[in-house]
């Protein structure tokens, strides 16, 4: 294998799968990633899951075009995983805002971990038995980050409705997930 490859070899690897580009392109960037990822608070038992799921995105990217060369895949792949640690922690965030718990009296990790993917789930699930608007509206508001005037504006209503809107949405999105 040659000590390095050019962005444009990379690309081209990335983009048919070559297994031993795409290795080396893990061996270059891990040390990185594992860095970035740590200094965000990742958990280091959630790191490898997010690499993998970084390389796929990465792929994916490359092969719809999406990647504009603008920096390179190494750099690019960090941003990715930081993306997707950063969207994971919203996740939580906002499904610790779903069923209005505090998980931060939890003492065991692993626990906390465990109960945070089991809350995710139930939500998932659930969020798709609501309405199409309260689905909508709990994940502009929740994942997206929309405030509620925009929502307002968006669909026409009074800021006054969408919030009451919104509340019985995660009323009855919460009873769903604790019943």
Not at 12 to 24: A, D, P, V
Not at 48 to 69: G, Y
């Amino acid at each position: 294998m040659p000590e390095k490859y050019s962005e444009e070899e990379l690309i081209e690897g990335l983009r048919s799968e070559n297994h031993i580009l795409i290795e080396y392109i893990y061996l270059i960037s891990k040390s990185r990633l594992y860095s970035s990822l740590l200094k965000l608070g990742t958990n280091k038992h959630d790191i490898p899951d997010l690499i993998q799921d970084s390389f796929v995105t990465l792929i994916a990217n490359i092969r719809n075009d999406k990647f504009k060369n603008q920096s390179g895949i190494v750099t690019y792949l960090i941003g990715i995983a930081k993306y997707k640690h950063l969207n994971n922690r919203r996740l939580l965030s906002s499904a610790n805002t779903v069923l209005g718990m505090d998980i931060s009296d939890v003492k065991y990790e692993v626990e906390l971990d465990d109960m945070k993917e089991e809350q995710l789930n139930q939500i998932r699930v659930n969020l798709k038995k609501l309405s199409s608007d309260c689905q909508d509206i709990i994940h502009k508001f929740y994942f997206k980050r929309i405030r509620l005037i925009d929502l307002a504006n968006e669909y026409n209503y009074q800021e006054n409705y969408i919030r009451t809107k919104k509340n019985r949405c995660m009323k009855k999105l919460k009873e769903l997930v604790i019943s």
